[in-house]
């Protein structure tokens, strides 16, 4: 018993200044994972955001193409669209994502071509990339 009370009072254990400095480094090793974080939490939302325009896309290129399938080819020019304002996501809990959709359908002989392309209407720039871009080929009725 002597032993351990010996060892006890001893000088084992970590002072203040080695405590403040240990809080001191940590804290800098958080700082620097901080921007990490960040631009982690920015690339989810924006992957979030293309997998809805990758849904909505799709849902048009569906649509679109059960319309032009039973028109006649000198119809389907009329399918064309430049802003299709479409609201996603949120209810009381989430935000709604707006995005815009242009819909350009040609028709060469019985061949149309679709294309789609969904942009997020709150892009800032005059001519923004699309978030998703999607062409297909239908053959017309006539």
Request: neutral net charge.
């Amino acid at each position: 018993m002597r032993r351990v009370a010996g060892v006890l009072r001893g000088e084992t254990g970590l002072t203040m200044t080695e405590l403040a400095v240990a809080i001191v480094l940590l804290s800098l090793v958080i700082a620097g994972l901080a921007p990490l974080m960040v631009n982690s939490v920015l690339l989810a939302q924006k992957n979030a955001n293309v997998g809805e325009a990758n849904r909505v896309a799709a849902a048009q290129l569906d649509e679109t193409r059960s319309v032009v399938r039973g028109a006649a080819c000198e119809s389907v020019a009329d399918l064309n669209a430049s802003d299709l304002a479409i609201s996603t996501g949120g209810g009381a809990e989430g935000a709604i994502h707006k995005l815009r959709v242009t819909r350009d359908v040609t028709c060469t002989d019985r061949l149309a071509t679709v294309t789609i392309s969904v942009f997020d209407r709150n892009a800032t720039s005059a001519a923004p990339d699309p978030l998703v871009s999607a062409t297909t080929q239908v053959v017309t009725a006539s």
